[in-house]
């Protein structure tokens, strides 16, 4: 009996060192593939694509080894298994892949979009934030909010007003306690002098 036991254990000692190895495989692989992605240009629908991708590519090879071991079914990606292969190949790359973090933080970040004004500055409302008065090419007065470091902007109360810019801003809501209400404020992420 007692033979037995042990046999069982090496057997499970052995499945377990040999399941360890399929996935640390399947990691490496999938982490160079995803380090030739290109983070800046591609968009996040298609690197999260081609991250399923480099997992399943390295996968294959192992099929039936995930199959005896995860009951992973290469066959049946589309139908649950590719998930399941995404969360265990995932926690490997996650540990020790950094082109695989760099991927992730990028799919999850949120893009505000932007937005630019052109127009000469006319004037700074200066109180709790500066509000920066432009004069766009319409004619109308566009006021956007100087909420944050930008590049540039430590230039803009020198360079003063009566100056031709291009702003870039993003649009945010800020609680306004006048109206005690979320209003929507042009804030500025850039600017650029056209000198």
């Avoid at 046999?7 to 995803?34: F, M, R």
């Avoid at 998930?83 to 996650?94: F, I, P, T």
């Avoid at 566009?142 to 702003?167: A, T």
């Avoid at 609680?175 to 056209?194: F, H, L, M, Q, S």
Wanted: with cysteine; net charge negative; aromatic share 8%.
């Amino acid at each position: 009996m007692k033979k037995i036991i042990f046999s069982l254990l090496i057997l499970l000692a052995t499945t377990l060192v040999q399941a360890q190895d399929v996935l640390d495989s399947i990691s490496a692989h999938s982490c160079d593939c995803i380090s030739k992605l290109n983070l800046k240009d591609m968009p996040k629908e298609k690197l999260t694509i081609e991250m399923g991708l480099c997992m399943m590519q390295a996968a294959d090879p192992y099929s039936k080894q995930l199959k005896a071991t995860y009951g992973i079914d290469m066959a049946k990606v589309d139908k649950g298994d590719g998930e399941k292969l995404g969360r265990l190949v995932g926690l490997k790359l996650a540990s020790n892949c950094s082109s695989f973090k760099d991927l992730i933080s990028v799919i999850t970040s949120e893009d505000q979009p932007s937005f630019s004004l052109e127009g000469t500055i006319t004037d700074f409302v200066i109180e709790q934030f500066v509000t920066i008065v432009l004069k766009d090419e319409d004619g109308r007065d566009q006021k956007i909010i100087w909420l944050d470091y930008f590049k540039n902007s430590e230039k803009l109360l020198k360079k003063g007003k009566n100056k031709n810019v291009v702003i870039e801003y993003e649009e945010r809501e800020l609680y306004n306690p006048k109206y005690e209400d979320y209003i929507k404020y042009k804030v500025a992420t850039g600017i650029r002098y056209e000198e």
